[in-house]
């Protein structure tokens, strides 16, 4: 009998392709979750990323990796304390850096070719936009916009617009003086502007120009107090409210302030109501609700600038843990470290 000529077909998946996204939503890596996406086509095209399916990974924190080449990345999984094989879609030649984080996207920003790109690290979109400031002191992202912040200045520019436009943020005062907007978060749809004052505006963008409306009058003695005793401070947000973040000087302590609508000022927040909230050398990163899969609640979460880890410091009984991981290929001790966190529930 003649041999069979017709091409092998590949097996057909042992589990049906409707079922892997129930399956995924019980994955706790994110390489398990590759792997599984991996597996054949039918699988990929049904595990497209969401919330829903990446409800139960914890948070990541995405490091340097020098092991392949001098600007590779890994992820550090949050709860394990180890490092994950991770292939990232972002190319990272010598010039690239990671400048910013929403905990779903990360900027990268090249100087040589002054390109900045706008990376989802798990689907692999991306956006970029040439022609990017030189210099700027903090990269914000707010839904489609993305904002080069240096103090009394800003850069925006529109995601697949290309076009960059540049405005001074100041606020004049009744004295004379002059506030100047130091920091800026979208919240809820809303963009607000931090002034060196710790007072809070609100940010209207309209043609080339950036509007700043004053909210409230002058802050608290509280808030006065907690600024003098930090190092630095920011603006966050957590529950759809803007926060205030202080990091005291002396030590590993923050004071956090949330913005009471009401009374229009800042109120003292001894707790975040179990939720957590993830910091970087860029300032604020995101927030988790409560029970989030990994971490501890009424939390504050920073990377760590010069060493591969974070530290865990806690608004209820005010202790702070600081964990490190050592692994192969991590750069050296003395090396610039740019480090954010990744946020897979938030996709």
């Excluded at 595990?47 to 340097?64: D, E, G, I, M, T």
Aim: glycine share 6%.
């Amino acid at each position: 009998m003649a041999a069979d000529k017709r091409p092998a077909t590949a097996a057909a998946p042992y589990i049906p392709a409707e079922l892997i996204p129930d399956i995924a939503r019980h994955l706790t890596t994110l390489q398990d979750f590759f792997s599984l996406r991996a597996a054949c086509r039918s699988y990929r095209a049904a595990l497209f990323p969401s919330r829903a399916v990446l409800a139960s990974q914890p948070p990541h924190l995405l490091v340097p990796h020098h092991a392949s080449s001098p600007r590779s990345l890994a992820l550090v999984h949050l709860s394990r304390r180890s490092l994950l094989r991770f292939r990232s879609p972002v190319p990272h030649p010598f010039s690239t850096a990671v400048v910013a984080s929403d905990g779903a996207r990360v900027v990268t920003f090249d100087r040589f070719a002054r390109e900045l790109s706008v990376t989802h690290l798990i689907s692999g979109e991306r956006v970029r936009v040439p022609d990017a400031p030189f210099l700027f002191y903090r990269a914000v992202l707010a839904g489609d916009l993305v904002l080069l912040i240096t103090p009394g200045w800003v850069h925006y520019c529109r995601l697949g617009d290309g076009r960059w436009r540049e405005t001074c943020c100041r606020l004049g005062g009744s004295d004379g003086g002059l506030h100047m907007m130091v920091r800026m978060l979208a919240v809820n749809g809303v963009l607000y502007a931090l002034l060196n004052t710790c007072q809070l505006a609100v940010a209207e963008l309209r043609d080339d120009t950036v509007e700043l409306k004053l909210l409230g009058g002058e802050v608290s003695d509280h808030v006065r107090n907690a600024w003098m005793e930090s190092k630095d401070f920011t603006l966050g947000e957590c529950a759809g409210e803007p926060l205030l973040i202080f990091k005291v000087s002396f030590k590993l302590e923050y004071k956090v302030f949330r913005w009471e609508s009401g009374e229009q000022r800042w109120v003292r927040a001894m707790s975040l109501g179990r939720r957590t909230l993830f910091m970087s050398g860029n300032g604020f990163d995101a927030w988790l609700g409560p029970d989030s899969p990994g971490i501890r609640g009424d939390c504050i979460y920073e990377a760590l600038p010069q060493a591969a880890g974070w530290s865990e410091y806690s608004l209820v009984d005010n202790t702070c843990e600081i964990v490190t991981i050592e692994y192969q290929g991590a750069p050296e001790l003395d090396s610039v470290r740019k480090q954010v966190w990744v946020l897979p529930s938030l996709y």
